[in-house]
């Protein structure tokens, strides 16, 4: 490893971990405050529901089967997340999927296979899962998915068909969005934040391009009916959906310009003309602010 790429390799890293715990902190999540976070729930059909409290958001299906779970945020909260889950359904808790792998909606992984899930996940978030914490402890085998997948899988629980499917290099590499074909209810993962910039995670393999390919893939399934779960925010809808992927191809269209100009990163981190339009409409009020998806996209769309 050359001088120069081992001293990129260290900033880059120093920047996700850094990123990390501005994630925690900006959305309020300190460990110390879990306590006082509510889950609370909304029924998006007969049988869906979400659940909102601290991290992604949570889907679940409930009926004769048993209990179907999409993601399980943060570990100190599967107390309170299987306690709701209850008022739901008295079913067995059967299968979880996790859309991606990052903590806020795999963290609880452990706590829900000790409470009865068999875990599923594309192969990539099993083998960032494999990978040593950053404190260097390992997940433990509970935590692990158990059924892995390359391309796509469906569920049939609780009177419906769920389309699993792999969409690539877009938020992380091992990205799963999920479709309830009778209920006509999509959940994203992290391929959509609904009325924010996105947390694009370089690192893990996401990029520009793939989240924009992610969002046209999920519109195939969209119509004036759907509702949509984003990975982060309220329940969304057709034209909800349109704006973001607007915004995405317009900020790529923008940045993609100011390189063509020959424009550094610096300059193009430094200058607000290019995500104003969003900017003006609170896109950057969540925790990528607006400096921070112009230089993601930079760094993506130069293949940084």
Do not use: C
């Amino acid at each position: 490893m050359s001088d120069t790429f081992a001293l990129k390799y260290k900033i880059n890293m120093k920047y996700f971990f850094s990123f990390l715990i501005v994630l925690t902190s900006a959305i309020g999540f300190s460990q110390g405050r879990f306590d006082d976070v509510e889950i609370k729930s909304e029924k998006l059909s007969e049988n869906v529901y979400v659940l909102f409290g601290a991290g992604g958001n949570i889907g679940v299906s409930v009926g004769e089967d048993g209990v179907f779970v999409i993601d399980d945020q943060f570990a100190p909260l599967s107390e309170k997340i299987l306690a709701k889950i209850k008022t739901l359904s008295d079913k067995p808790l059967k299968f979880l999927v996790n859309t991606h792998w990052h903590g806020d909606h795999a963290g609880g992984n452990e706590n829900m296979a000790k409470a009865g899930a068999t875990i599923i996940a594309h192969n990539n978030v099993k083998t960032r899962l494999l990978n040593p914490r950053r404190d260097g402890s390992n997940n433990p085998k509970e935590a692990l998915p158990v059924i892995t997948f390359k391309e796509q899988l469906y569920i049939t629980i609780n009177g419906e068909p769920v389309g699993v499917f792999h969409v690539a290099n877009a938020h992380t590499d091992g990205d799963a969005m999920l479709y309830f074909t009778e209920s006509n209810i999509l959940h994203t993962g992290d391929t959509y934040f609904k009325g924010r910039y996105p947390y694009i995670d370089l690192n893990s393999g996401g990029s520009v391009n793939g989240y924009i390919e992610a969002v046209k893939r999920g519109f195939i399934l969209v119509d004036d009916g759907t509702k949509i779960i984003p990975g982060h925010g309220t329940i969304a809808n057709k034209e909800d959906y349109r704006a973001f992927l607007k915004m995405l191809e317009t900020l790529k269209a923008n940045i993609s310009q100011a390189i063509a100009e020959g424009k550094t990163e610096d300059e193009v981190k430094a200058d607000e003309s290019l995500t104003k339009e969003y900017d003006d409409l609170g896109y950057g009020s969540g925790f990528i602010n607006s400096e921070r998806i112009r230089v993601t996209f930079y760094q993506s769309l130069k293949g940084k």
